[in-house]
């Protein structure tokens, strides 16, 4: 009880103390200036780390490549120095501009070569089908010929029915005789020839 009424009483005093002289109040404003110095010192500090931090993961994100590869690069290392990969697009190209070139060559050689075949097809049929024209032209008989070999099958065979028929043995000899002397080139008169042969050997 007596340390509580101590206690008491000893707050009462501080309460009831004197107010704080000028120097007092100077002091604590002086205080006061350099804790909020130091706050300031310490909020700008933070600021430039974090704008330095920001900076340097920009310049980061802009060195890496894009996800497809195909990004022009934003960095200045790599508009400075562009030419390798430049060089490496153009032989690329080059080398696709090639290919595509031979293809077309064996694309244009294989149709040239089939079209060289056709028309020797073509020329071989139109060959083949001119000897076949020729070789019905040489066979088909003379007309004169055909004439002559009607002639003189009607003559032997007046001359067989003057044998055979009449039988009057020395009219047929003289039938079958002007038949071999009037179509010698026909084969009526090898008939008739030896007709007269075998007549005048009976």
Known sequence: MNDLLQNLLQAADAASAAPSTPDDLSSKVHRRRKVRAAK?????IGIVAATCTAAAFTIILTLQPSPEGQGRPTSPLA??????SVAA???IDTESLRREAAAIKAE???LEKFLAARDRQTRLAELAA??????IAASAPDPEEAALERAAARAVCQ???LLETLNDRLAAVEAYRNVAEQFPNTRWAMIAQDSVQRLEMN
């Open 130 to 135: 001119e000897h076949d024209c020729l070789l």
């Open 40 to 44: 300031s010192r310490r909020l700008k």
């Open 79 to 84: 508009q400075i120095a562009p030419t390798e």
């Open 108 to 110: 244009a050689d294989s």
């Open 159 to 161: 001359a067989d029915f």
């Open 89 to 91: 697009e153009r032989a």
